[in-house]
Nanobody, 116 residues
């Protein structure tokens, strides 16, 4: 099983980035996929979740509602996080997580740094 994030980088406040997470080794279309983040000195927190087809739907943390959009392409086994109106407090390592039945899979993370 592999989850590989990409798309992180340095961006100015107010800018945008799109993160990607390519998955392999499990039935992606049957998995709920999430993005988490861990800022400097902070605990890891849930950012957004997108369910498998027929699942419970999408979830967004209050601090990203209206700014971030999670999506998935089951043909490409990839989940995305479109981030807009970025703020310095969005600076963190962003992690992709897959939940396939009771099995959890994590990526290695991608750094997002937002400068003021």
């Amino acid at each position: 099983v592999q989850l590989v994030e990409s798309g992180g980088g340095l961006v100015q406040s107010g800018g945008s980035l799109r993160l990607s997470c390519a998955a392999s080794g499990f039935r992606f279309s049957s998995a709920d996929m999430s993005w988490y983040r861990q800022g400097p000195g902070k605990e890891r927190e849930l950012v957004a979740r997108i369910s498998r087809v027929g699942g419970a739907g999408n979830y967004y943390a209050d601090f990203v509602k209206g700014r971030f959009t999670i999506s998935r392409d089951d043909r490409k086994n990839t989940v995305y996080l479109q981030m807009s109106s970025l703020k310095p407090e969005d600076t963190a390592v962003y992690y992709c997580k897959g939940l396939y039945y009771t099995a959890e899979y994590w990526g290695q993370g991608t750094q997002v740094t937002v400068s003021s």
